[in-house]
């Protein structure tokens, strides 16, 4: 039985949080918790870095609570609606807040399932911005629905949900194939890690990244493996040189 967080970003709980609910039902069997980021208090962050820097955040509000709570769920589900092709303010600022997961992030290995709507533009635009984050995150893009309100109604395929029940249950995480890019990603944060910052250096370090082709056992062809060995030394080469000068 996985633990699955269903996040409702929409200011407003009417077209993506009736999606969403439309969709829950599909986890008969499952532990849900379907949260409206409205319901909570999450201010916008101020650009201190104290999070990159010392690991904490001094502003005291619901960010946290909802953070936390993506940690401790199996799969996590977020739905959005478009906002000029980007996602709501409210929603931004939760990412915002957990802006050192791009460093060291808690959730990897993890499915996300993206749930959007829009009148009729920018769900292009807005995919790959979440795209872009499970990349930084660690975690396994497991798909989405999209939907404009000329089809809102309109059944979607159940059959889209199947990546992500699959990889809600942690024992498949050793079948998930990384892509290139997520490889790449992956090194690259880890240069970081090992030659800028020293948090996140203990971190990495802690967490026995340092040796490590990817976060987590999966699989990944000899080939990619090589191709992210050469990669990271790469990087390295670059940032220690420009060090030393
Ligand atoms: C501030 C704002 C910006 C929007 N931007 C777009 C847009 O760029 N393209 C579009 O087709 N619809 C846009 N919409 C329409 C919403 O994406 C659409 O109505 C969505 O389904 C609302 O979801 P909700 O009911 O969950 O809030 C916008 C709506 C608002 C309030």
Known sequence: MAKILIINGSPRKKNTY??????????????????????????????????????VCHINDDATKILDKMVEADGIIIG????????????????DRG?????????VGKPIFFVTTTQVTGTKSLMSYFKDLTVQWGVIYAGSINKTLFNLEKPYKIKKLDKFKKYSNKDNIIKYRPSMKQ?????????????????????????????????????????TRLLGYLYYK????????????
């Open 18 to 55: 009736g999606l969403l609910k439309r969709i829950e039902k599909e986890f008969s069997g499952d532990t849900i918790e379907f949260i409206n980021v409205s319901d909570y208090d999450v201010k916008a962050c101020v650009g201190c870095e104290q999070c990159l820097r010392k690991g």
């Open 80 to 95: 959005a609606p478009v906002y000029l092709r980007q996602i709501p303010g409210n929603l931004k600022n939760i990412f």
């Open 99 to 107: 802006c050192a997961w791009y460093h060291r992030s808690p959730i």
């Open 183 to 223: 490889i790449f990603e992956f090194h690259t944060q880890k240069v970081l890690a090992s030659e800028i910052l020293p948090l996140d250096k203990t971190f990495w370090e802690e967490k026995g990244y340092m040796d490590k082709p990817y976060f987590y056992t999966c699989r990944i062809n000899i080939v």
């Open 234 to 245: 790469f990087l390295q080469n670059i940032i220690s040189k420009n060090k030393t000068v």
